[in-house]
């Protein structure tokens, strides 16, 4: 995978809102499945996944959009 991760202040923004420890778990999926190319984290509560499935939506449609340049 050779092409750029955009994560834009609005991601960064909703991470940082989040309490600690959904904020952790979020972010570790995110990070997992965008740097490391792992699968989707299992260990997220409903709530969790929810937020997760938005703001990775957010992240790879800004990476699509950059990478199109």
Do not use: H
């Not at 750029?4 to 960064?12: A, G, R």
């Not at 940082?16 to 792992?38: T, Y």
């Amino acid at each position: 995978m050779n092409q750029t991760i955009v994560i834009t202040p609005n991601v960064i923004n909703t991470l940082r809102a989040l309490p600690v420890d959904e904020r952790m778990s979020v972010a570790s999926a995110l990070a997992g499945e965008m740097l490391l190319g792992a699968g989707v984290c299992n260990d997220l509560s409903p709530e969790e996944d929810m937020i997760y499935q938005i703001l990775r939506f957010y992240v790879n449609q800004a990476s699509a959009r950059y990478n199109r340049r």
